[in-house]
């Protein structure tokens, strides 16, 4: 037992939570990140939770790390030096896709297709082809595969996906070329489908493929580096990746598929806000990570996220399972702008980290919603212990000159500026509750993130939410939600089988293989077998529909009992997805087998506050000092200043109050009070109801 340290990597700032195993003292930190190269901030995050006070000699035991490396490879469209390799007669599969259109066909004469991640002479055609059963039609061509690599590279092309027609089925074409392009072109990055997603599909295979070895040159280089460094401060401490699916990998497996690198930061603060809110007493909760340039939500039931084997990453579709996140382009980075027709907007455009807000004295010269914040009166003198000084008088310049436009006081502008921000946030919630049958007042809010405080009640307002958890260090949550975390890996294969014609045996027999090496590649990852699980799930439909559903298979069942209990139960679960079912009307279809593998994971307890209930509330912290703060319905009022660390458990604050601690800062407004519990989870309630949500003060 010794010291693990848990550190997710974001665009501007590198958080760290360090525990101790033998002692239960947690440290949390943050140094900025360095997106050249991600190891440096990665390895000062690791120093500095070594070298500081409260855990200084104690011998590291465990790194554990998240990071948005690849995600941003993506948005920020580094595509140079891709490849493609095709089937012949399918050079054009990127250019066809599906035929959707965003928001209907209605908008396809103004839409403009996102950029290509491979342009057409940069997709090659080989010769050789597999029949969907898996059956050879045509043996692969070596010497035109050749040629053909050779003429990427004489491009320019150092990163090539191979996607061929039907190597779900049979991966035997792929497998070979791969092994040519080693052998040839070793400096050359390389993704088979038949790896990354063995699927049919073509389209969503090959994008899946392409976006895989994209980030394959800056994750398996950065992850690396920082092995090499790791080995020289530990004698074998394990160093584990997150992965979009809510569990890590070991380093080496995280580098050979990357693409499960993507969303692992916003994943891990899933974990992180189901453990604090399980603490609190809350199985059903609202996710909102609150960051410097958008916003991360989510829903959970029953201590239960919600996954996905389907997402957008931009405008690309990345099919790998992950948890179901939403983001919408909505943080403390985003921009206050006016449109065409003079109406305020807040983002998707942010000011990032350099040159960031106005009030952060870098050169920023557009309003933002932290500049909003800072006008209000909403944020301290400065942030991160006294790291960035504010400069308030540049940020109500700015947001005075917005206001002329619109005839209003700077603090006006800046609260409507917030109230459109928190707005676009409220969007994001709504598609993972209202779009799907969920009354968002039926759930806890966990609001984390630098930001999230700031817009937290905001928020709540609009939903009619009238509980808000705003757990410890929430600006370092997703560092956190790294230390709760189990080993995870995921399996598909293909099987399209309708009911009448299916064979039970085959079927359970395939679920049985992919079980087996899933037990066989937990193993690999250090967890014995008595702590490792196995999930079965189908991917089911009516036959003739496009798209299926996933029917869960319940613990321990048999996988030969499993294939009766998912035909019975595919119509439930359609019904409970759509609204309606055809038993005994429609053919079923199985089209995908999947197995999730989990190897338990020690977990750090937490230490919490032990406090006699007598004696909850008592020795009551004072407010250090007060803020001029406005709310619209208000003005300006004299608002009581507390430090989060001083608050007693149980004791109450009634708003309006501003609450401060390293990295975040809780708002409090009129008709919202906070009280810690004994794990220093904050909590909020609404002393408004549901009916009075929009007399809260905003």
């Not at 095709?86 to 035929?99: D, K, L, P």
């Not at 006081?409 to 209202?434: D, H, K, M, S, Y």
């Not at 008595?530 to 298979?553: C, F, K, N, W």
């Not at 038993?583 to 190897?599: D, I, P, T, Y």
Request: with cysteine; glycine share 10%.
């Amino acid at each position: 037992m010794g010291l693990r340290i848990a550190i997710d990597t974001g665009g501007t700032f590198t958080d760290v939570i360090a525990i101790n195993d033998d002692t239960g003292v947690m440290t949390a930190l943050k140094t900025p990140s360095t997106p050249a190269d991600p190891s440096i901030g990665l390895l000062n995050g690791v120093q500095m939770a070594m070298e500081s006070e409260a855990q200084q000699g104690t011998p590291l035991d465990m790194l554990l790390h998240g990071s948005t490396v690849a995600t941003n490879a993506v948005l920020e469209h580094k595509f140079a030096g891709l490849g493609l390799l095709v089937t012949s007669g399918f050079r054009h599969m990127i250019e066809i896709a599906r035929q959707s259109v965003p928001d209907g066909y209605g908008n396809s004469f103004f839409w403009v297709k996102p950029p290509r991640l491979v342009p057409l002479h940069l997709v090659r055609e080989v010769p050789g082809r597999m029949q969907h059963d898996g059956t050879e039609l045509e043996p692969i061509d070596e010497a035109a595969t050749l040629a053909a690599v050779a003429e990427l590279v004489e491009d320019g092309v150092t990163c090539i996906a191979v996607c061929l027609l039907h190597a779900y089925a049979n991966a035997e074409h792929e497998r070979r070329i791969g092994a040519l392009i080693e052998e040839h072109f070793p400096d050359v990055f390389v993704s088979l489908s038949s790896v990354v997603l063995p699927e049919y599909r073509e389209y969503e295979r090959a994008m899946t493929t392409l976006i895989d070895v994209l980030v394959k040159p800056y994750c398996k280089t950065y992850l690396a580096s920082a092995a090499r460094r790791i080995d020289e401060l530990s004698d074998d401490a394990p160093f584990l990746i997150m992965q979009s699916n809510g569990g890590v990998v070991k380093h080496s497996t995280a580098s050979e598929k990357p693409v499960t690198m993507l969303l692992s930061g916003p994943a891990a603060g899933i974990l992180g806000a189901i453990h604090m809110a399980n603490l609190a007493g809350y199985d059903d909760i609202l996710t909102i990570d609150v960051g410097g340039t958008s916003t991360d939500v989510a829903i959970i039931e029953q201590q239960t996220p919600m996954y996905t084997s389907a997402s957008m990453v931009e405008s690309y579709p990345v099919k790998t399972p992950m948890l179901d996140i939403v983001t919408v382009g909505s943080g403390g980075g985003s921009i206050a702008w006016t449109d065409p027709y003079g109406n305020l907007k807040a983002g998707p455009q942010s000011a990032g980290a350099d040159p960031g807000p106005i009030c952060y004295g870098r050169g920023g010269t557009e309003p933002t919603v932290t500049d909003a914040a800072v006008v209000l009166g909403r944020l301290p003198a400065a942030l991160i212990g006294g790291e960035i000084t504010l400069d308030v008088e540049a940020a109500r310049a700015a947001y005075a000159a917005l206001g002329r436009q619109y005839d209003m006081q700077p603090e006006e502008v800046a609260a409507g500026t917030l109230e459109i921000a928190a707005a676009n946030q409220v969007f994001g919630i709504r598609q993972v509750t209202t779009t799907r049958g969920r009354d968002p007042g039926a759930y806890a809010m966990v609001a984390f993130g630098g930001a999230g405080g700031l817009f937290a009640t905001e928020v709540a307002d609009f939903l009619g939410i009238e509980t808000i958890i705003s757990p410890p260090n929430p600006g370092n949550l997703c560092a956190l939600g790294l230390h709760v975390s189990d080993v995870k890996r995921d399996y598909i294969r293909t099987m399209v089988r309708q009911q009448q014609a299916a064979d039970t045996g085959e079927i359970a027999g395939a679920w049985d293989l992919l079980a087996a090496e899933g037990m066989r590649d937990i193993e690999a990852e250090g967890i014995p077998a008595d702590r490792i699980v196995v999930r079965y799930t189908a991917d089911m439909r009516y036959y003739g529909e496009g798209h299926e559903v996933q029917v869960a298979i319940p613990a321990d069942m048999a996988t030969t009992d499993a294939v009766a209990y998912a035909w019975e139960t595919f119509h439930q679960v359609h019904d409970e997805t759509f609204g309606f079912h055809y038993k005994g009307e429609q053919e079923v279809e199985l089209v995908n087998l999947r197995v999730q593998a989990v190897g338990t994971q020690h977990r750090p307890a937490i230490q919490s506050k032990e406090v006699a209930p007598d004696q909850e509330g008592t020795h009551l912290a004072a407010p250090f000092s007060t803020r001029k703060a406005y709310w619209r319905q208000t003005g300006w009022v004299d608002c009581p200043l507390y430090h989060r660390t001083e608050l007693a458990t149980g004791q109450t604050v009634s708003g309006p109050a501003i609450i401060e601690e390293y990295g975040s800062t809780v708002v409090v407004p009129t008709a919202w009070s906070a009280r810690p519990d004994r794990y220093e989870n904050l909590i909020l309630k609404t002393t408004a109801g549901k009916e009075g949500q929009d007399d809260a003060g905003h």
